[in-house]
C-alpha cells in the first residue's frame, strides 16, 4: 500500500508558473505509475499527465502538453508536476494517484486503473 500527499497548490495569475509535488510512502514507489489527475467544479475527473513505472516514459493530455511537465524521483519517491502559461481553465483540484496493474510502459489515462490517490491541492489562474 501507499500514501500520497499533494503539494504546492495556490493562487496564480494566468501566464504564471506552479511546481506541485506528490509525496509517496512506502519503498515500492518505483513499482507504480503515477498520474496526475484534475476536478474542477461540476465536472469530472480527467487525466492530466502520467509517467510509466517501466521506462518512465510520459503521456499527457492534449490541453496541457507543451506547457505541463511531469517528472518523478524514485530515490525521494515523490512526483512532480511543472505547470507553466498557466490559464484560467486549468484551475481545479489536482489529485496524483498510483497504479500497480495497470499497463507498464505507458501511464493509463483512465482513473479507474489507479489504486491509490491523495487527498489534492487546489491550484487557481486568475486572469
Known amino acids: 500500500q501507499v500514501q500520497l500527499v499533494e503539494s504546492g497548490g495556490g493562487l496564480v495569475q494566468a501566464g504564471g508558473s506552479l511546481r506541485l509535488s506528490c509525496g509517496a510512502s512506502g519503498r515500492t514507489f518505483s513499482n507504480y505509475g503515477m498520474g496526475w489527475f484534475r476536478q474542477a467544479p461540476g465536472k469530472e475527473r480527467e487525466f492530466v499527465a502520467g509517467?510509466?513505472?517501466?521506462?518512465?516514459?510520459?503521456t499527457y493530455a492534449d490541453s496541457v502538453k507543451g506547457r505541463f511537465t511531469a517528472s518523478r524521483d524514485n530515490a525521494r519517491t515523490t512526483l512532480y508536476l511543472q505547470m507553466n502559461s498557466l490559464n484560467p481553465e486549468d484551475t481545479a483540484v489536482y489529485y496524483c494517484a498510483a497504479d500497480k496493474r495497470g499497463p507498464p510502459l505507458r501511464a493509463s489515462v483512465r482513473p479507474d486503473v489507479y489504486d491509490y490517490w491523495g487527498q489534492g491541492t487546489q491550484v487557481t489562474v486568475s486572469s
Open positions: 509517467i510509466s513505472r517501466i521506462g518512465g516514459s510520459t
